[in-house]
């Protein structure tokens, strides 16, 4: 069984700011993680995965995101926010190679100018 | 490489009607899972095509049934709509069957609204 947990459903920051979004998850086997973006009306594009290599993940768009074992936990941060960054964002997990991801309930990013 | 692409972007159907769904993987893949996302929640599991058979099935009735083409296509089939099954249909496509992991790539969906 596999489930993951996204804390807060709106996340706002100000142009430049850090951004956190947080990811806790649940597998019974050694997971994949990932984070996805989507912008409004369009598919989900990756952002960046987990597969068991480095535990700090480097992905597209200067975002990075670190997997804590003793914390089930898959943060996603960016060290200053731009307005294009303004989004949904999904936590996935899949616990083997094939099959199914499950995804959270998402976080909407917010930029301020 | 056009990527994962899938037909309609949009539909309109009633209550009751029956709808197909559409999509084409990205180029080397060979598994195709489809996935239901409500509006203001992330994609659910519908189920996985691979080798032109259903190898993972999520939560849904048996009125979402589908079906994977020698050339790995897929369609996704509702039958008997219902308002509830207005949502934005996203199909995936990976490559299979190997040891590595290979990345999933999404489509950019298709949005039913049942009325």
């Known amino acids: 069984a596999q489930s993951v947990t996204q804390l807060g459903s709106h996340v706002s920051v100000s142009e430049g700011a850090l951004v956190l979004l947080r990811c806790n998850y649940s597998?019974?086997?050694?997971?994949?993680l990932f984070w996805y973006v989507q912008y409004p009306n369009q598919g989900l594009q990756l952002l960046l995965k987990?597969?068991?290599?480095?535990?700090l993940v480097k992905g597209i768009n200067g975002f990075e995101a670190e997997f804590k074992k003793s914390e089930t936990s898959f943060h996603l941060t960016k060290p200053s926010a731009h307005m294009s960054d303004a989004a949904e964002y999904f936590c996935?997990?899949?616990?083997?190679?094939?099959?199914?991801?499950?995804f959270g309930d998402g976080t909407t990013l917010t930029v301020k100018p | 490489d056009a990527g994962v692409t899938q037909s309609p972007t949009h539909l309109i159907k009633t209550r009751g009607q029956q709808v197909t769904l559409r999509c084409s993987p990205k180029?080397?893949?060979?598994?195709v899972s489809w996935y239901q996302q409500a509006l203001g929640q992330g994609p659910q599991f519908i189920f996985q095509?691979?080798?032109?058979?259903?190898?993972q099935r999520g939560n849904f009735p048996d009125r979402f049934s589908g079906h994977q083409f020698p050339n790995y296509s897929s369609e996704l089939n509702v039958n008997a709509l219902l308002l509830g099954d207005s949502a934005l249909y996203l199909c995936?496509?990976?490559?299979?069957?190997?040891?590595?992991?290979?990345?999933?790539?999404f489509g950019q969906g298709t949005r039913l609204t049942v009325v």
């Open positions: 995936a496509s990976s490559l299979e069957g190997i040891r590595e992991y290979t990345e999933a790539f």
């Open positions: 095509y691979y080798e032109e058979e259903e190898r």
């Open positions: 987990y597969t068991s290599a480095a535990t």
């Open positions: 996935a997990v899949r616990g083997s190679n094939a099959g199914k991801s499950t």
């Open positions: 180029s080397g893949h060979d598994t």
């Open positions: 597998s019974s086997v050694p997971p994949y």
